[in-house]
């Protein structure tokens, strides 16, 4: 059976060593010191590997049950499920005032990354929940925060985010629910919403529905979209469970992975729904919850991608097949373990490089949706919606790809369910495809964030790498060579890249969004790029003082690698932007 | 449910327009003309679209089911298996005294890409049959070869490969089944096979294994392996079938895909088996099959993209999502086809490149195994040696990164079974491990094809598609821009990288090993560059005598997309493979 380990140590690293997160001027880390988060990544680190990562495979053998409108979630998730709410771990980042730890969000992303990767379909459950609370905390009402946040932040209560539709989900101005208002001011929610993770299950009391609908009379199209709170269970006044609400699952999916995740169909039939937020401005509202669900879901791309990684070294320093080249290594054994052979360890280092640039990444993110929220800091907030599509898009698709490198190590065992390797890929599938299939990640980031406010957000970015070159270049020339210097090349292709979009916007819009996939990737190598060079200015310093520090050793010899064998890829990806739309739009429909 | 529709039209331009092979110097070439080859592919497609295709979701919901040592197919194999055995599918390419319609290599080529792309499952009975036919057919005794061709080229009695053990599988050296000689002049067999593909099944009478074992006393390693022919029912001297052998399945697999084949433990005990060719000369015997074997797995790589790609192509034209940015291009619809949007043009064009050349590339491997075999071409055969490895490992490593793009287009749906899409990529991932794991092939491919016989084949590569681009370079400025040019920038990549693992070679064996896996990948985008030049010159050709020939004017842009759009990979891979293997091999085991 896969194993998992929270790597509580690299997290750390990142915490202290690099973003030096103590000092940072963001009230409430302050009392974010080393001893402080060991404690909290410690304890989750435990509840992950020893409670909720050996559900993982059981949840997918058994899948969640429907019958008559009833889902049954996998022995065993709603008793972990019952401990994590009683260890506070729901509501860790969630404010005191509703029953959470009001820590920062960089510490919610800390843990969620373990909770993914240990269990991806059942971390799901508390993640939509979180969002929906979100929601709710950010445009609800004093009476429905009062009402519905003490029983969320705790999990007593789920959320879900329901917006596609059969027939819609990226283009959701076409959405047909329908929303009637009533004479008390509550609505009638009547139509049908598909794909609704975590929709219906027995871990919850009850689950509070965040649906979007059409008043009718409105607007069309997307700007005539509202977003209403449904609770399975209509709530009393006194915050006691009521009548059954007009909502019911009419099945569940069947998927690819995640099977411990029920997937529901979703049929309101005159719900009664309470408006959040304004009419017909939903998309804002369900924006603050997407937007964090985006983070999110980037971060399981690099959570499947650890969890599958640990395993692949596992498998590579048992399996004994084949000598080293260089001369037998295990001379006693029958063969050398895999782990000698170069091109087994060229996978694990391009899954080592992605996962730990990928966690610095995210937790740099994490850092900044704190600076934006807590310290009310506007250019922190304009540089995370800039990101968000590259975290959510590139580290979905690379994270995926490392699952299948892990499993590859596996051999013939890889693709046999009972190794647990076929879950870490199927599961890690999703995350490309959930909150905005990858290409409208692309979209965003080159049709949207990437303009917005003249640009000002990209340009801050690159003035903070070429910032960092600037203070680092006369330091020491083996950093400069190893770590500046590739990622000066690959600011500047980011750079340029850009450039090539704002000079061929005026004259075809088709250039930039046949290469917006490949520019989310170059913005993703770059960001990482970044992430490596201060990863590894931090290992620099440390060796400094101590050159035996092996973390430290093995920190900049992974970030060598990164830097000399995953960032050459930038000129690739420069070229196919640079190639323009063409050869992708010349053929007629019917020619493909 | 998805669609499947033969390629014949590009598999007849690939034939006549680019290789011409009616008018090759190969025997049975001649026979090869238009009419003839048009009149097989069709026949074959529609036995693919209509009878085996169908069955592919068939086979993935229900699998084979298990029961003391019997094995069930799913619904429909059956009918449908003795369909393709009536229609002489099965042997048509294998000699006509033993049954067979004595065709080329090449034609077998075509329509085994067929039957892959319609039920991959379903196609691996067959297959495997085929390589164990083609094993006895080189290496059998003349009453071993009467005994059991003839019903085997018919698949009246399918046929197995054992390799693997559960302690070994690429290092067959430490291989534990043996092979006790009886005074009979047979063998007994003892020892547990397991990944053992269409090992047991109700689909043929009996089941002819061909098995890997070691004599007593004979070499230790790999030396010491022999090859034996070991029958589910021992066949009696007037060749009906007598007793059950000693051999059962013990259990098959639980896998991520291809579940409608059998994957096998096969338990022998002490059973009846038959020496093929010469004692501990068993893996020359076996390479037979296995090179067969890896270019049909590459097949399926490409079989399996075409496939996935045909339904992304219909989903993109009637799915409704979104407006061009360029206008609306469905006015009157709600919203425009999602095939409007660059990205998704992208996507398929990646698709639909690769496919294509894809196809041109097996198939000219398939023209040079004819060359070799039936015109004893001696260079032919080196080539094809150094290539069979980059056909296996880059078509099925991006074959399968093409199903999870099409899969993609799908967004939510792809993910869900009833689409059908999930089954794509579920089943095109076993291709990047079984027959030697896409590792293997880049240590096959670097470790022995490249330098064999002083690198002469790899020379002679170089040397062809330098001919190509020296006879062609003055016919056409927009030819040599869009199709020369960016051939040779790649050939030299490639000649580069060669220079650069023979230049190390003597000082560090690792720098090579460390590259091998992208120098598989440089190698497969040069000969992809190749083959869509030759395919360019078609259409160039053809579009000089009709300029309105709507199929040529497609090619010629989907060439360009790949020579714009793909080829460029080549530097990025150059980079990663001279960067050595210093950062890779750094680390020791317990740092990982």
């Known amino acids: 059976m896969p194993r998992y380990i929270a790597p509580t140590e690299d997290m750390q690293f ?32 435990k509840l992950n590997s020893d409670v909720i990562a050996p559900l993982n495979p059981v949840g997918d053998r058994q899948g969640c049950q429907y019958e008559s409108g009833v889902v049954r979630t996998p022995d065993g998730f709603k008793a972990a499920f019952d401990q994590v709410r009683a260890g506070g771990w729901t509501g860790l980042d969630l404010p005191e005032k509703y029953g959470g730890q009001g820590m920062p969000y960089l510490m919610g992303t800390a843990v969620i990354e373990m909770f993914s990767a240990a269990n991806q379909a059942f971390a ?132 690819m992975g995640i099977h411990g995740n029920a997937t529901c169909v979703m049929d309101y039939d005159g719900a009664t729904g309470y408006l ?33 990684y640990q395993n692949a070294v596992d498998y590579a320093r048992d399996r004994l097949q084949g000598r080293a080249v260089t001369g037998a290594q295990n001379p006693d054994g029958p063969a050398d373990p895999l782990i000698v052979h170069p091109d087994i360890r060229r996978s694990l280092m391009d899954q080592k ?10 937790l740099w993110g994490a850092e900044l949706i704190d600076r934006a929220q807590r310290a009310g800091d506007k250019d922190a907030d304009a540089l995370i919606s800039l990101l968000t599509p590259v975290i959510k898009g590139f ?16 051999g013939g065992h890889g693709y046999i369910e009972e190794w647990g390797m076929s879950q870490f890929t199927r599961d890690a599938r999703i995350a490309m495809i959930y909150e905005g299939a990858n290409g409208v990640q692309a979209l965003d980031l080159v049709g949207r964030k990437l303009a917005a406010d003249g640009g000002k957000a990209a340009m801050a970015f690159f003035d903070m790498i070429r910032g960092f070159i600037t203070t680092h270049k006369d330091m020491d020339a083996a950093f400069t060579r190893d770590f500046l210097d590739p990622l000066k090349t690959a600011s500047k292709q980011l750079q340029e890249a850009m450039m090539y979009f704002m000079q061929s916007a005026g004259k075809n819009p ?12 170059l913005f993703g190598h770059t960001a990482m790029g970044f992430m490596w060079a201060r990863m590894g200015l931090a290992a620099h310093k440390a060796l400094a003082d101590d050159p035996d520090a092996a973390f430290m050793q093995t920190k900049r010899i992974t970030g ?33």
Request: some cysteine; proline content about 3%.
């Open 14 to 45: 990142i915490l202290h060593d690099v973003l030096n997160v103590n000092s940072a001027d963001i009230p409430g880390y302050a009392d974010l010191d080393r001893a402080t988060t060991g404690a909290i990544l410690e304890e989750a680190g």
């Open 124 to 255: 799901m459950y508390q993640g939509l929940t979180h969002g929906a609370a979100s929601a709710i905390l950010h445009h609800g009402t004093d009476q429905q925060k009062a009402t519905f946040l003490p029983k969320m932040v705790n999990c007593q209560w789920t959320g879900t985010m329901n917006l596609t539709e059969p027939h819609c989900g990226t283009d959701l101005g076409m959405m047909r629910t329908k929303a009637d208002p009533q004479d008390d001011g509550s609505f009638r929610i009547t139509g049908q919403k598909i794909f609704i993770s975590a929709g219906e299950h027995d871990l919850a009391d009850n689950i509070i529905h965040l649906v979007l609908a059409k008043i009718p009379g409105g607007p069309d199209g997307i700007k005539g979209v509202s977003l209403f709170i449904v609770p399975k269970f209509i709530v009393n006044k006194d915050g006691s469970l009521g009548a059954r609400n007009g909502v019911r699952c009419g099945k569940i999916e069947e998927k």
């Open 276 to 308: 959040l937020g304004q009419e017909h401005k939903g998309m804002r509202a369900m924006f603050t919850m997407m937007n964090e669900a985006r983070l999110g879901v980037g971060l399981q791309g690099l959570a499947q991608a650890d969890a599958a």
């Open 353 to 362: 490089s992605f996962t730990e640039g990928a966690r610095a990444f995210a």
């Open 395 to 410: 580290l979905t698709d690379e994270g995926y790809a490392m699952t299948v490198q892990a499993q590859q190590i596996y």
């Open 510 to 521: 088709n250039d930039a969004l046949a290469g917006s996939y490949d520019f989310m990737h």
């Open 560 to 592: 060598r690698y990164y830097m000399q064998r995953r960032l050459p890829i930038c000129t690739s990806l420069l070229a196919r932007i640079t190639s323009g739309s063409d050869t992708v739009m010349a053929l007629p429909a019917d020619a493909f």
